[in-house]
């Protein structure tokens, strides 16, 4: 069975420092999509990178790059020069091939993330 | 674009109650989630659909809920009779999933947050 986890319930970072939130995950399919999502306070869900498995590069998107280790079932999010705004719930979501019969995103439970002044 | 739209945006009912979710994906997403997200967990997805056809219920709890999707394009969740566990936020999502693009983001909505007393 497929299964995302996020080890970290809360964390902290200095405004204008980089920080890391881990993601492993757990999967047969040579094939999967690995998505971050950003939650704040007002409870949308807000896409912000996303990793296909078999992409040779590591995703990059503005302050978001998505540190993917494939042989370890990782897809860490690295968020640089963090600012006030991204104190927020951040999940990472996996999504299966198509060809399984469906496009089933699953989810970590998330990571609260608090940048101080 | 317009966003994924939903309505309400919050509801407060007594158990044995019921209550309906309305759900407006964005224009041309064929794919339509509905996602119950309790409070300090990630969502869990109830039900897939793929244009009006569903595609996967098997976590959705069939004696209380409901959820259909006319001519492909809105949606509605119902439950009846309502639990005090089903205290959530119900997040509706839709995604772009051309044949050729196995690995759309999804596109959230603001999400319902239900209080059953």
């Known amino acids: 069975a497929q299964k995302i986890t996020q080890t970290q319930p809360g964390m902290f970072v200095q405004e204008k420092e980089a920080v890391t939130l881990d993601c492993t995950y757990d999967t047969s399919d040579p094939s999967y999509g690995l998505f971050w999502y950003k939650q704040p306070s007002s409870g949308e869900m807000i896409f912000l990178i996303y990793?296909?498995?078999?992409?040779?590069q590591n995703a990059t998107e503005g302050r978001y790059s998505l540190n993917f280790q494939k042989a370890r079932k990782s897809a860490n999010l690295v968020i640089s020069a963090s600012q006030l705004g991204d104190s927020a719930m951040y999940f990472c979501?996996?999504?299966?091939?198509?060809?399984?019969?469906?496009?089933?995103?699953?989810f970590g439970a998330g990571t609260r993330l608090f940048v101080k002044a | 674009e317009a966003g994924v739209a939903q309505s309400p945006r919050y509801k407060i009912i007594e158990k044995r109650q019921s209550v309906a979710f309305w759900c407006n994906p964005i224009s041309g997403h064929a794919t339509l989630y509905w996602y119950q997200q309790i409070l300090g967990q990630g969502p869990k997805l109830l039900i897939q659909f793929q244009n009006n056809g569903v595609v996967d219920d098997s976590q959705l709890p069939k004696d209380r809920f409901s959820a259909e999707r006319l001519k492909g394009v809105d949606s509605t969740l119902k439950i009846q009779p309502a639990k005090l566990e089903d205290s959530a936020v119900y997040l509706c999502a839709s995604s772009l999933d051309q044949f050729l693009r196995g690995f759309s983001p999804l596109h959230f909505g603001n999400g319902t947050r239900l209080t059953v007393t």
């Open positions: 990793q296909g498995s078999y992409d040779q």
């Open positions: 979501a996996m999504r299966p091939p198509r060809n399984t019969g469906g496009f089933k995103t699953i």
